[in-house]
Structures are given as structure tokens and as C-alpha cells.
């Protein structure tokens, strides 16, 4: 059975960090697309940062780039999130998510995974 485990979200003020992981099972993400989104209440589900896990090349979103990293541990089968510089805005149930097809470009777009964890919780106070 495929399985994605998220942890490591919390409440932190403005401006703190928080470090999200993702623990895979049933299937190893080798040569594959896996990344991070978020939702707020009554918002749309979107993109936050993916990693092509064969050749660590990633894509963010612009609400968060330069204050977030995914990075992802190919041995213990694991993704992260490392959240710097966090916002009000940043807000929102974070999912993880992995795609067990083979692309050479990793999409923000939530329609090109089709697997999700039950998502951790973040949440930043001004």
C-alpha cells in the first residue's frame, strides 16, 4: 500500500521556521516528481515547491520563494519543507504529494499527482 506521512507542522509567530516531512511507503519516488501544497479555508489548493527526485531540480511558487526549500532524502525515502521567514499568509494545511509516473518537468499543478497525505497543519500568528 502507498503511503505518504506528513509531520512537523505546528503554530509559530511571524517571521519563525518550521521543518515539514513527508514519509513515503509501498513505493520509492526514484526518477519522480514529489512536492508540497497548501490549502486555507476557502481557498483553492495550491503549488508551494516540488523536486524532481532523480536530479533534486525544484520549482516554487513565487509566494514562496526564497524563503522555502524542499529537499528530498532518497535513502529514508523522504521529502521535506524547510520554511524560513514565515508569514501570516503561509497559513494552511500543507499536503505532500508524489506522482509514480515518469516526467522530465515537475508541475505545480495539483492535477499531476496522484498521490496525497492527510496533511499537517501550519499556522503563523502576526
Known amino acids: 500500500q502507498v503511503q505518504l506521512v506528513e509531520s512537523g507542522g505546528g503554530s509559530v509567530q511571524a517571521g519563525g521556521s518550521l521543518r515539514l516531512s513527508c514519509a513515503a511507503s509501498?513505493?520509492?519516488?526514484?526518477?519522480?516528481?514529489m512536492g508540497w501544497f497548501r490549502q486555507a479555508p476557502g481557498k483553492e489548493r495550491e503549488g508551494v515547491a516540488v523536486?524532481?527526485?532523480?536530479?533534486?531540480?525544484?520549482f516554487y511558487s513565487d509566494s514562496v520563494k526564497g524563503r522555502f526549500t524542499v529537499s528530498r532524502d532518497n535513502a529514508n525515502n523522504t521529502l521535506y519543507l524547510q520554511m524560513n521567514r514565515l508569514k501570516p499568509e503561509d497559513t494552511a494545511m500543507y499536503y505532500c504529494?508524489?506522482?509514480?509516473?515518469?516526467?522530465?518537468?515537475?508541475?505545480?499543478?495539483?492535477?499531476?499527482?496522484?498521490?496525497w497525505g492527510q496533511g499537517t497543519q501550519v499556522t503563523v500568528s502576526s
Open positions: 504529494a508524489a506522482n509514480n509516473a515518469f516526467s522530465f518537468t515537475c508541475s505545480l499543478s495539483s492535477d499531476r499527482y496522484n498521490t
Open positions: 509501498g513505493y520509492r519516488y526514484i526518477n519522480r516528481c
Open positions: 523536486i524532481f527526485t532523480g536530479g533534486g531540480k525544484t
